[in-house]
């Protein structure tokens, strides 16, 4: 089996994937796509095959691909169920899926790169208020996890054990940092992402570390 995974060093949603991979200790070429450059080669003809989304991450198992990346997580899980990244007591695994749903559906879309880019194509919104937008969302999100944490959290999102929710967290983190948005209000998230952070499956994946990273 081998594994590809088409990412952009700073894509959130390909870092959870990286990370999933890193994890499982599973052997993976890292295949750039510039979201960017020449308008994002995300719309070029190879990827559009391969993702008719037009978004990273994709991962090629022996060629075949999968996009979205909580889809990718799950396969993961159930093809290299061990180490495992979702507990086993069903409640604990629906919090897992709950915390990771408000990053994947409740932040990280609302906030893309794509959603920004309409709001200055169809309303004509200036980039201000793009990233006014974007950082609303995020402080949204972040609300609702920090709350969420308090009760649900130890050292990692559930409990000690790390999960996709973690996975989810940690990029999300990164990009509220890029909006410049003031983190210390959350700080149950903070402690959880400072021991999440110095793991190696981390270090790993984070965007600097990636054959594509840029200054
Ligand atoms: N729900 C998707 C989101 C994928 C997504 O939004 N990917 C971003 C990078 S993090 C992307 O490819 N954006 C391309 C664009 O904005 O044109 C997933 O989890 O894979």
Redesign the pocket.
Same mark, same amino acid.
């Given at each position: 089996m081998t594994y590809a995974l088409r990412s952009?060093f700073r @894509? @959130?949603? @390909?870092w959870r994937v990286r990370i999933a991979l890193n994890h499982k200790g599973l052997a993976y070429e890292t295949v750039p796509v510039h979201?960017l450059r020449g308008g994002?080669e $995300?719309h070029g003809d190879a990827h559009h095959k391969l993702n008719p989304m037009? $978004?990273?991450?994709v991962l090629l198992v022996d060629g075949i691909a999968i996009?979205?990346?909580?889809a990718i997580l799950e396969y993961l899980e159930e093809r290299h169920p061990e180490p495992a990244l979702l507990p086993s007591e069903s409640v604990a695994r629906a919090r897992v899926r709950q915390l990771t749903e408000v990053v *994947?559906s409740g932040i $990280?879309?609302l906030q *893309?790169?794509?959603v920004m880019q309409q709001l200055g194509l169809q309303f004509g919104a200036p980039r201000e208020a793009q990233q006014a937008w974007s950082r609303y969302w995020i402080e949204r999100g972040l609300v609702a996890l920090e709350e969420l944490v308090g009760e649900t959290g130890g050292t990692c999102c559930v409990g000690d054990f790390l999960s996709f929710a973690d996975l989810a967290l940690v990029p999300q983190l990164y990009n509220a940092r890029r909006f410049s948005i003031s983190i210390e209000r959350f700080p149950r998230l903070l402690a959880i992402e400072a021991g999440l952070v110095t793991r190696p499956a981390f270090v790993a994946a984070h965007p600097d570390q990636q054959p594509d990273a840029e200054a």
């Open positions: 952009y @894509s @959130s949603a @390909s979201l994002g $995300q037009e $978004q990273l991450p996009a979205q990346s909580v *994947n $990280q879309p *893309n790169l794509f």
